[in-house]
């Protein structure tokens, strides 16, 4: 991997902050995607996996809302329960509980919602009195029998995605009396909450004073600021916003987030800040420009563990790194890294080691309680690019643990006109020997790149069936999202996706691996339980893209737009169904 190198130091300008806290240690809170359990080969995760000792606190992703009893629902039975429970066999509940008998100062929270789980329901039910209740003793149930200390609920979001302005109100009531119901147990039970990080976002759903004395903690979403729904490449968690953000991109980095919360009245105390374990993923329009801002119109191909186009865990992207000839910069006017490979015209904005050290720097002398991940399973757990395991979240650690020192990045940045050097090599990580985030250029480790003779560009999971060839499904046009509220979403030609209103624009959203869009949940759902009958399974959507056929000796290819063209071809060495465990 070749790495480029925009300044000599990536702290080279920082500035004193006002606030600079003195305790040394805080709140290390680590989602687990239980999903992670279904992912193939080095990818796949289970509660077993988890060190007892990395985190102070432990949520488990997720469980969900019925929209026909209004109680909590457990979303994936035969991994989450007991073989003595309907439907369960894993008993990943009681296995993730079970952590704390070997580290008994761990909380261990049950996390209700995600992004997949939408918003509707969530608004329909804190709308009514009977469903609040219904959803709340449910809940109680459900963490008193597993052994949870307490929920996190992530409500995404209070009045979007087809949720109504009454949200905002509705979501104060419905905190207030899950408060009050957790406060009739001694200890009271544990409740936090996942906070959105766009400005647009916060000031719909949260009326922040009334909340303060309710949460326990404020987890915020640092994350998913920009990725391929855009037209032009950004980075997934900017630290500063960039010097050519313009608009509503001006509010969309970390530093803003965290300074509104502030200003809105979510206590340091409380505050959680987010760092990704991930990053979001283009695929250039050209090779002709490849930095920031560089125009992309499709998703990045898909990784081999997580399966989704357009994001990579750092899992895959060290992975990545070691297997293939790409090219790392670190730009200082983010404090970021991204990286390009020419093989196959990926883009990734994402964090390593260096610049989630730099992340929990700040939230340290912010005098925030802490830092969350989101999520372990995609750090470098096994370790495949390391020394030791869970690598980026012991550098978070690391860089919070280190002495307030009352330094913040020094956002301002006037471009160079200096030609840029380049360099083949790497330079040490960051370590408790210092204080201040004085390295700058920390890829993952690599070996000598191997030759990248045939790349294979993918778009989508895998399904059993090829694509129809003969009659082609009618098409489902782009909706005019002029005068539709935000979140609401219509379908998409494919099955994979849809679109959702933001801000009056129709934008392209992934339904995750194993899952279609269904219009009847809104917007995603188990992929067996969904009528596929007025869309397509597979769509091309780039010439020489590859999708697997039924038959492992072949595959089809894309070619020719438009987009229901393609071809079946004798696969080479299986080198397409592979991909898909064929």
């Known amino acids: 991997m070749r790495l480029l190198l925009l300044l000599p130091l990536l702290v080279a300008g920082l500035t004193s902050a006002v606030v600079a806290a003195d305790a040394d240690s805080g709140e290390v809170v680590c989602y687990f995607g239980s999903w992670a359990v279904w992912r193939p080969g080095d990818g796949k995760f289970d509660v077993d996996d988890i060190d007892p000792f990395l985190c102070t606190h432990l949520i488990f992703g997720f469980a969900g809302l019925s929209n026909e009893t209004w109680q909590i629902e457990v979303l994936d039975p035969w991994n989450e329960l007991c073989p003595d429970e309907e439907g369960g066999n894993n008993c990943a509940y009681d296995r993730f509980v079970a952590l704390k008998e070997v580290n008994p100062s761990l909380t261990i929270l049950l996390a209700v919602g995600g992004w997949r789980e939408g918003s509707v329901d969530y608004s329909v039910m804190a709308d009514d009195a009977q469903k609040r209740k219904l959803f709340i003793d449910s809940t109680i149930a459900l963490i008193r029998k597993h052994g949870f200390d307490g929920l996190d609920l992530d409500w995404e979001y209070p009045a979007a995605r087809g949720g ?13 009396e899950m408060r009050r119901e957790f406060n009739k147990f001694s200890p009271p039970l544990f409740m936090s909450t996942a906070m959105a990080a766009g400005k647009a976002v916060i000031d719909a759903a949260y009326d922040i004073k009334p909340l303060v004395d309710l949460f326990d903690n404020f987890h915020i979403m640092n994350y998913d600021y920009h990725g391929a729904w855009e037209t032009r490449t ?112 990926i883009w990734c904005g994402f964090d390593d080691a260096v610049s989630v050290f730099e992340k929990a720097r700040y939230a340290k002398n912010m ?21 030791e395991p869970f690598h980026l979240v012991k550098s978070m650690k690391e860089g919070f643990n280190l002495p307030a020192d009352g330094i913040l990045p020094n956002c301002s940045y006037t471009p160079s006109t200096t030609p840029l050097p380049t360099t083949t090599t790497t330079t040490p990580e960051p370590t408790t020997t210092t204080t201040t985030t004085t390295t700058t250029t920390t890829p993952p480790p690599t070996t000598t790149p191997a030759p990248t003779t ?71 759902n188990r992929e067996n339980q969904v009528d596929t009958s007025d869309c397509t399974l597979w769509i091309c959507e780039v010439d020489n893209t590859y999708l697997p056929h039924a038959d492992c000796d072949k595959y089809y290819r894309c070619y020719d737009e438009p987009l229901e063209k393609y071809s079946m071809e004798q696969s080479d060495a299986n080198q397409i169904n592979n991909l898909y465990s064929c």
Request: charged share 20%; glycine share 8%; proline share 13%.
């Open 454 to 524: 045939t790349t294979v560009p993918t778009t989508l999971p895998p399904v059993t069936t090829p694509p129809p060839v003969s009659t082609p499904k009618p098409p489902h046009p782009r909706p005019d999202c002029t005068n539709i509220p935000n979140g609401a979403v219509f379908p998409h030609k494919d099955c994979n996706k849809y679109w959702e209103c933001i801000n009056g624009q129709a934008v392209l959203q992934l339904c995750g691996p194993g899952t279609l869009f269904d219009e009847d949940l809104m917007p995603c």
């Open 234 to 345: 950004h980075h997934n968690a900017p630290l500063c916003g960039y010097y050519q953000d313009t608009g509503d991109d001006l509010y969309f980095n970390v530093i803003f987030t965290i300074n509104y919360y502030l200003e809105l009245g979510v206590p340091r105390e409380k505050m959680i800040m987010g760092i990704p374990s991930y990053g979001r993923c283009w695929t250039l329009d050209s090779l002709d420009d490849t930095g920031m801002l560089a125009p992309a119109h499709a998703p990045g191909p898909p990784g081999p563990y997580i399966r989704i186009p357009g994001t990579l865990g750092f899992n895959e992207i060290c992975k990545r790194f070691q297997e293939m000839d790409c090219t790392m910069v670190r730009d200082p006017a983010l404090h970021e890294p991204y990286f390009y490979c020419p093989s196959d015209k």
């Open 367 to 387: 005098g925030l309680a802490g830092f969350l991940v989101w999520t372990i399973d995609t750090d470098d757990f096994r370790p495949r690019c390391y020394d």
């Open 164 to 176: 109504i302005p009454e949200d905002k109100e509705n979501f104060v009531t419905l905190i207030q």
